[in-house]
């Protein structure tokens, strides 16, 4: 398998074949950069196709976690990891554990995280192997609620921030009556769909999960419709909360909606696709800005901080996203270009 050739391999520091044949790991950590500081990026499991398809995944995810970073004013690297397996019916203790000396030899380039498919219980076990794992000792949360580690509520709410900043700016327009449509209710997804059921939004879903439809419809009041049928829907704001990528030569052409705001890594298919979308008219709001809000969370929980000052720093992606906007129409450029000038300006200093 070719690495450095790779379309995504963007200069890497270190990218980790991990293969234990007692438990049956098989999971590939990458690092982009630590220009700014140790990396940090979770651990996603997920049944990819194939090793080929693990490695594309995980060489975005890093480099999105660099941007990420950067954007979101922290002193943090970008690295990730995935594991190759179904988290519903292969993951198990001894994963993790061998995660753990992977993970420990790498000397704390990377730091992980949780991250979908695999939970704050998962990454104890981790934890027994290396010191090197974050977001498993929460002491507050940005609204009071019970700490558990999970950063998906702050997540959750920073893209919240992020979607009205992006209606407010691009439609001049309240959350109140506007229609959102949510591809992949998980962790983050679902509490998104709430807080935007609370703002008076109009709710149509899909996902993978029927029981995750049905308590959408019955808890949320909320539309459900077909995995396809969600890209044509005659909606103000599409919020992509699942996997990367969706955004395409086959997904632009269907979409109505003017807005683009959701906690999905990666949505472009390639960068080109944001000039795509601006002659569209469509607002993209860069995913690697607003989902930021799950770092931000793990990065609270290591300062001497409080939970007012989580929730201003996780109400500060919007400020970001409107400097991007302000600074996409006055040079007609792209959001996501603007915003990986930005970046880079940070991270490579």
């Not at 974050?134 to 893209?159: C, E, L, Q, R």
């Not at 949510?182 to 879903?205: F, N, P, S």
């Not at 599409?238 to 705001?261: E, R, S, W």
């Amino acid at each position: 398998m070719s690495l450095f050739e790779h379309h995504e391999f963007d200069n890497h520091k270190e990218v980790v074949f991990c293969n234990d044949e007692k438990s049956g790991l098989k999971a590939i950590i990458a690092v982009h950069n630590t220009n700014l500081g140790p990396s940090l990026g979770g651990c996603r499991m997920f049944p990819y196709a194939n090793s080929g398809e693990a490695l594309t995944d995980v060489l975005r995810l890093s480099k999105g976690m660099t941007y990420k970073a950067a954007m979101a004013n922290l002193n943090q690297g970008g690295g990730k990891a995935v594991i190759i397996g179904d988290p519903r019916t292969q993951k198990s203790r001894d994963m993790f554990l061998a995660l753990g000396d992977f993970i420990e030899r790498l000397g704390g380039d990377y730091i992980t995280a949780e991250d979908s498919g695999v939970a704050v219980s998962d990454l104890h076990a981790t934890a027994e192997r290396t010191q090197y794992v974050s977001g498993i000792k929460a002491k507050f949360t940005y609204d009071g609620s019970p700490a558990d580690g999970n950063p998906a509520p702050g997540t959750a709410y920073g893209v919240f921030v992020g979607l009205k900043t992006t209606v407010e700016y691009a439609l001049h327009s309240s959350l109140d009556g506007v229609k959102v449509a949510i591809q992949g209710l998980g962790h983050v997804g679902y509490r998104l769909a709430k807080h935007l059921r609370d703002a008076g939004a109009e709710l149509y879903v899909t996902d993978i999960f029927p029981e995750q439809l049905e308590k959408a419809r019955e808890e949320l009041g909320a539309t459900v419709v077909q995995p396809n049928d969600i890209y044509g829907l005659d909606v103000d704001v599409f919020a992509p909360c699942a996997l990367g990528a969706i955004l395409n030569d086959n997904t632009i052409p269907q979409i109505k909606a003017k807005v683009i705001a959701g906690a999905a890594n990666n949505q472009l298919a390639r960068e080109a696709l944001g000039s795509v979308l601006r002659s569209k008219g469509i607002c993209y709001a860069p995913d690697y800005v607003i989902n930021a809000g799950g770092i931000i969370d793990i990065y609270h929980q290591t300062q001497d901080g409080t939970p007012d000052d989580l929730r201003k720093h996780l109400e500060s992606i919007g400020d970001t996203l409107r400097e991007i906007y302000i600074r996409a129409d006055e040079t007609d450029q792209a959001n996501n270009l603007v915003a990986n000038v930005i970046a880079e300006e940070r991270f490579n200093k």
